[in-house]
């Protein structure tokens, strides 16, 4: 499935007020489904983290891991913000991809 990437502040202020929230030790999703038939995402990380070499870290794992998820998505379209947390740079992709699919289980965007 096609995915583009969020930008703009107002969409992760929308997804934080609106959206469904999954949490796990790891990474925290936000998903509100959409009419577009494309997965819109963003990735947030904070200074808790850690050092920007860190964040970047925690940045690349999720994306990888929900990049991996992606290509088994329904044809259902949704926006997405993942919140990264202090133990996402210590953890592993495939870990994170996990907690991702349960995620997107739960939501109802994986068959």
Do not use: W
């Not at 930008?7 to 992760?12: G, H, P, S, V």
């Amino acid at each position: 499935m096609e995915s583009l990437k969020l930008n703009l502040n107002k969409d992760f202020r929308r997804l934080y007020a609106r959206g469904h929230s999954y949490v796990h030790p790891a990474v925290v999703s936000y998903i509100i489904p959409n009419n577009r038939k494309i997965i819109r995402y963003g990735i947030t990380t904070g200074k808790k983290i850690g050092s920007a070499v860190m964040r970047n870290r925690a940045r690349r794992l999720i994306e990888a891991a929900a990049r991996e998820c992606f290509k088994n998505m329904n044809s259902r379209g949704a926006d997405i913000v993942f919140v990264a947390r202090s133990r996402t740079v210590s953890v592993k992709s495939t870990d994170i991809k996990i907690a991702l699919e349960q995620h997107f289980k739960a939501e109802g965007l994986l068959p």
